[in-house]
């Protein structure tokens, strides 16, 4: 079908890609200079006119909506909020432990902090305040307290939500869909886990303290001992996150290869190229179809 619909625009339809693509841009530029409704209406058309010659678009619409149904209810519920980020804070603290390493654990504000209706000096409200973060006392630093509070971002639900989004939105049988996200998303929560404890434990322990005169003038760091959160937490663990997701992406390809019609038409949208993904990985064209329609 996506073939057909270029055929039918002829010339202009690669005209037409860059006038999306900029679009889109648009959008994005206007909601970060807080223009919210010009950037919403830009967007829905940006929208209309990739799916005016890609109907394979649905799939991946589909995969948007169901990761933020499977997001959304954990940062807009408190006590779904609060019970995933003790879950974690708990697995966290039983993984330091088993390593050897027991830092208390109490409250912080730090999850309220960019809430609006929380000022200086309130009082926090009983049910926002919970056990999520561990303190550190290192050797070296006799006068420092070093904090490692667990949040949202922390627990992995970003991550779990976008395979679980490309899984629930493909055409496949129910089978192999449940086998795809019943072994990536364990995964994902486990490796989460070390990726917490790696980061609480070196910057804790101030592990990771390198090259601290060039770390803090790069990244603009007043205190010294936040050298170690910048390479346990920005380098280290955020490679090790590309990785990993790559990996686990490749992995639920393997099982449920329909997942890869979205993942190609997201690239397209980025970049306005197509790619041949299934090829590269030798999955055969009735594989991947994420979409009776965009199979036409």
Request: net charge negative; charged share 15%.
């Given at each position: 079908?996506t073939?057909?619909?270029?055929?039918?625009?002829?010339g202009?339809?690669?005209?037409?890609?860059?006038?999306?693509?900029?679009a889109?841009?648009?959008?994005?530029?206007?909601?970060?200079?807080?223009?919210?409704?010009?950037?919403?209406?830009?967007?829905?058309g940006?929208?209309?006119?990739?799916?005016?010659?890609?109907?394979?678009?649905?799939?991946?619409?589909?995969?948007?909506?169901?990761?933020?149904?499977?997001?959304?209810?954990?940062?807009?519920?408190?006590?779904?909020?609060?019970?995933?980020?003790l879950?974690?804070?708990g697995?966290t603290?039983?993984?330091?432990?088993?390593?050897?390493?027991?830092p208390?654990?109490?409250?912080?504000?730090?999850?309220?902090a960019g809430?609006p209706?929380i000022?200086?000096?309130?009082?926090?409200?009983k049910?926002?305040?919970?056990?999520?973060?561990?303190?550190?006392?290192?050797?070296?630093?006799?006068?420092v307290?070093?904090?490692?509070?667990?949040?949202?971002?922390?627990?992995?639900?970003?991550?779990?939500?976008v395979?679980?989004?490309l899984?629930?939105a493909?055409?496949?049988?129910?089978?192999?869909?449940?086998?795809?996200?019943?072994?990536?998303?364990?995964?994902?929560?486990?490796?989460?886990?070390?990726?917490?404890?790696?980061i609480?434990?070196?910057?804790?322990?101030?592990?990771?303290?390198?090259?601290?005169?060039?770390?803090?003038?790069?990244?603009?760091?007043?205190n010294?001992?936040?050298?170690?959160y910048?390479?346990?937490?920005r380098i280290?663990?955020?490679?090790?996150?590309?990785?990993?997701?790559?990996?686990?992406?490749?992995?639920?390809?393997?099982?449920?290869?329909?997942?890869?019609?979205?993942?190609?038409?997201?690239?397209?949208?980025?970049?306005?190229?197509?790619?041949?993904?299934?090829?590269?990985l030798?999955?055969?064209?009735d594989?991947?179809?994420?979409?009776?329609?965009?199979?036409d």
């Open positions: 079908m073939e057909a619909a270029v055929e039918a625009t002829g202009l339809a690669e005209p037409l890609g860059w006038l999306v693509l900029a889109f841009l648009a959008g994005v530029a206007l909601e970060a200079v807080g223009r919210r409704e010009p950037a919403r209406l830009t967007l829905v940006a929208w209309l006119g990739f799916a005016a010659y890609r109907r394979d678009l649905f799939a991946l619409s589909r995969a948007i909506a169901f990761m933020g149904l499977f997001y959304a209810p954990i940062v807009a519920i408190d006590p779904v909020r609060e019970w995933l980020i879950v974690v804070t697995h603290a039983l993984a330091m432990d088993l390593l050897g390493y027991t208390p654990v109490v409250t912080e504000i730090s999850e309220l809430r209706e000022e200086a000096g309130d009082t926090i409200p049910p926002d305040a919970f056990e999520n973060t561990f303190v550190f006392f290192p050797a070296e630093y006799t006068d307290r070093i904090t490692y509070t667990i949040i949202v971002a922390c627990t992995g639900i970003g991550s779990m939500a395979v679980a989004g899984v629930a493909v055409r496949a049988p129910l089978s192999r869909k449940l086998l795809a996200a019943g072994i990536a998303l364990p995964i994902i929560y486990v490796l989460n886990i070390v990726r917490n404890v790696f609480g434990v070196s910057y804790g322990n101030q592990y990771a303290h390198f090259f601290p005169d060039v770390t803090m003038t790069l990244f603009g760091l007043d010294p001992v936040r050298v170690s910048i390479w346990a937490d280290f663990a955020q490679l090790g996150s590309v990785v990993a997701m790559v990996l686990i992406i490749w992995l639920v390809v393997r099982i449920l290869p329909e997942v890869m019609g979205p993942i190609e038409d997201l690239l397209y949208l980025l970049t306005g190229e197509e790619y041949d993904l299934a090829s590269a030798n999955l055969g064209p594989e991947t179809t994420a979409d009776p329609d965009a199979a």
